[in-house]
């Protein structure tokens, strides 16, 4: 069984760029939460996808957008980067939103 | 105020000693999360509780619905279990799809 795997590992962008992470689900899990964790602080829920559909959405703006695919892969894109925006970003799959989460080895950000 | 209050930020600890980490909680929960983050960023879920008591190994979760209270206990601590636990509540109702996380306990064992 595959576990929840994500790309790229480590980034550096220049504030204003856009960003692409990448999430690959575990095997038979059709939900995905995406998380931001800044240094010494605990992850913040950015949104959840349910079987391609935006299943919640946490206190993020606009520019945080998401996509989930058949296969239940899954996107985060981050437009307009801000200095702020520097962070680990995690993502984590489950049954379903009441279920264990599996976590990824987190993408680290870096906005210069 | 946080939604999620851990204590203590940061434990020392001599191997094989008894340890407890703490979280209160001021919300609505329809389930409480443990979790273990170790350098570079890995975590993985220990215990998911809703109610009681659960134990796996040296690890022990409590949960006290009625008091917003939780304990993770590590006996017979050992310098691997150097990590960091968060605690991390599931809302309940139209916000049961989300987990809000304390910023965490660092756990140092030595030997």
């Known amino acids: 069984e595959t576990g929840v795997t994500q790309s790229p590992t480590h980034l550096i962008k220049t504030r204003g760029q856009q960003v692409t992470l990448r999430c690959s689900s575990q095997?038979?899990?059709?939900?995905v939460s995406w998380y931001q964790q800044a240094l010494g602080q605990g992850p913040q829920f950015i949104f959840q996808?349910?079987?391609?559909?935006?299943?919640g959405r946490g206190n993020f703006p606009p520019r945080f957008s998401g996509l989930q695919f058949p296969n239940y892969s899954s996107e985060l894109n981050v437009n307009a980067l801000e200095l702020d925006d520097s962070a680990l970003y995690l993502c984590?799959?489950?049954?379903?939103?009441?279920?264990?989460?599996?976590f990824g080895p987190g993408t680290r950000l870096l906005v210069l | 105020k946080n939604e999620v209050e851990q204590s203590p930020q940061n434990l020392t600890a001599q191997e094989g000693e008894f340890i407890t980490i703490n979280c209160s909680y001021s919300?609505?929960?329809?389930?409480l999360h443990w979790l273990q983050q170790h350098p570079g960023g890995g975590i993985v879920s220990l215990f998911m509780?809703?109610?009681g008591k659960k134990k796996h190994g040296r690890l022990i979760a409590t949960i006290n619905i009625q008091e917003k209270h939780s304990s993770l206990h590590i006996t017979a601590s050992h310098p691997r279990d150097s990590a960091v636990y968060i605690c991390?509540?599931?809302?309940?109702?139209?916000?049961?799809?989300?987990?809000?996380f304390g910023k965490g306990t660092l756990l140092t064992v030595n030997p």
């Open positions: 509780l809703s109610s």
């Open positions: 984590a799959s489950s049954l379903s939103s009441l279920e264990t989460q599996y």
């Open positions: 991390a509540v599931r809302g309940s109702g139209g916000s049961n799809y989300k987990l809000t």
């Open positions: 996808y349910y079987r391609e559909e935006e299943n």
């Open positions: 919300v609505g929960i329809s389930a």
């Open positions: 095997s038979g899990h059709n939900t």
